[in-house]
C-alpha cells in the first residue's frame, strides 16, 4: 500500500515537472515579445476569474461551477461575449441582452492581470516561480477591491491562501531537486513565516484594541499577514509589511490634514455665526452638529488589506535591492 502511494505521489511530482519544463521549453524559445503576448492573453482569462472572486465573494455566492451571468437581468453570459477586454470593446461596455452598462472594473482587471502575468514573465520567465507568483496574484487582487468596497477580507481568500501556499511550499521541497527556484519556499519556510508573521499582527491587534478601545486592525488581517507568509517567507513579509504601514500611515496622514482642513472651515464660518447673531440656544445647536460631524469624520476606517498586498508585491520585486543595498546580503528574490 505504502509503495503505490510513493510510486503514485512519484508519477504525480514528474507529470508536474514534465508540464512546467514544456512549458517553459515552448515559451521560453520564442521571441520575449511573443511570449509576452502571449502570457498576456492567459493572464487577461485569470483576470475575468479574479473578477468572479470579486463580485461572489462577498456575496457568498458560488464561483466554481456557477456560469457567468449578468448582475443586472441575470441572463447567462454566451462565452463570445465573455472574452476579456474584446467582448467589453464590441458590446461599447453594455449588456447583450438589457443594455445596463458593465463596470469599468472588469476590462481594468483584465488588463491589470495581463500586465502583471507578463511582467512576471519577462522577470522569471516559465518557471516555478512564475506559477506560484501567478496564483498569489489570482489570490491577492480580489483582497484589494474587497476589502475596500466592504471591509472585509473572505476566508476563502486568506486560509484558502494558506493552504495553497502550504501545498505549493510543500511540492517545492519535494521537487527541490528538480526545479530551479529563487523565490518560492520550502514547506519549513513556509510555516516560520506563518508563525512570525500570525504572532506580530496579533501582538498589533490587541495593543491596538488596548490602546483605542478598538478594532485598530481587523483579525482579516492577521489571517492575510499568514496567507503573505505562506507565499513569500519571513524577510520578505516583514519587507512587505514596512511598505504596508509606510503607505497607510501616509494616506492615513493626508485624511487627517483634508479633515482639518475641512473643519477648520466650518469652525471658521460657525464663528462668523456666533460674532453675527445673537441667537445663542441655535450657536449651541450648530457647535453639536459640528462636533459630531468632525468626530465622525475623525474615526474613518481606512482597509489595511490593500496595503498589504501592496506591500507584498513591492517585496517581490524589491526585497534583493533593500537587503543588498542596506544590509548587504541577498535571499533570492
Request: proline share 3%.
Amino acid at each position: 500500500m505504502f509503495s503505490d502511494i510513493t510510486l503514485f505521489l512519484n508519477d504525480f511530482l514528474n507529470y508536474i515537472k514534465y508540464v512546467i519544463r514544456g512549458a517553459e521549453f515552448l515559451l521560453n524559445s520564442v521571441d520575449k515579445r511573443i511570449g509576452f503576448i502571449i502570457i498576456f492573453i492567459f493572464g487577461t482569462i485569470f483576470g475575468s476569474f479574479v473578477n468572479v472572486l470579486i463580485y461572489r465573494l462577498p456575496l457568498e455566492m458560488d464561483f466554481i461551477f456557477k456560469s457567468s451571468f449578468c448582475p443586472k437581468c441575470e441572463n447567462p453570459i454566451k462565452w463570445y461575449h465573455n472574452i476579456p477586454l474584446i467582448s467589453y470593446i464590441i458590446l461599447k461596455g453594455r449588456c447583450y441582452y438589457c443594455k445596463e452598462k458593465i463596470s469599468v472594473q472588469y476590462p481594468i482587471v483584465e488588463f491589470i492581470s495581463g500586465l502583471v502575468f507578463g511582467l512576471l514573465y519577462l522577470k522569471f520567465g516559465i518557471t516555478w516561480d512564475f506559477f506560484v507568483l501567478a496564483l498569489f496574484y489570482i489570490i491577492s487582487l480580489p483582497v484589494i477591491f474587497i476589502d475596500f468596497k466592504y471591509q472585509i477580507i473572505p476566508d476563502e481568500l486568506t486560509i484558502g491562501g494558506i493552504v495553497i501556499g502550504l501545498i505549493l511550499a510543500l511540492l517545492r521541497s519535494l521537487l527541490s531537486f528538480q526545479l530551479d527556484s529563487s523565490i518560492s519556499l520550502g514547506i519549513f519556510d513556509s510555516l516560520i513565516a506563518i508563525i512570525v508573521n500570525v504572532l506580530i499582527f496579533i501582538i498589533i491587534y490587541y495593543l491596538s484594541f488596548f490602546i483605542y478601545k478598538k478594532e485598530g486592525m481587523g483579525f482579516g488581517d492577521v489571517k492575510l499577514s499568514a496567507t503573505i507568509g505562506a507565499f513569500l517567507g519571513v524577510y520578505p513579509s516583514l519587507i512587505s509589511f514596512f511598505f504596508s504601514f509606510f503607505f497607510g500611515s501616509i494616506l492615513g496622514l493626508v485624511i487627517m490634514i483634508i479633515n482639518k482642513l475641512i473643519n477648520y472651515k466650518k469652525i471658521n464660518l460657525l464663528k462668523k455665526y456666533v460674532f453675527s447673531s445673537g441667537d445663542y440656544l441655535s450657536t449651541i445647536s450648530i457647535i453639536y452638529v459640528v462636533k459630531t460631524d468632525i468626530d465622525k469624520k475623525n474615526s474613518v476606517y481606512i482597509a489595511f488589506g490593500p496595503f498589504m498586498i501592496l506591500g507584498a508585491w513591492l517585496a517581490i520585486f524589491f526585497t534583493n535591492f533593500i537587503l543588498d543595498t542596506f544590509f548587504f546580503t541577498e535571499i533570492g528574490f
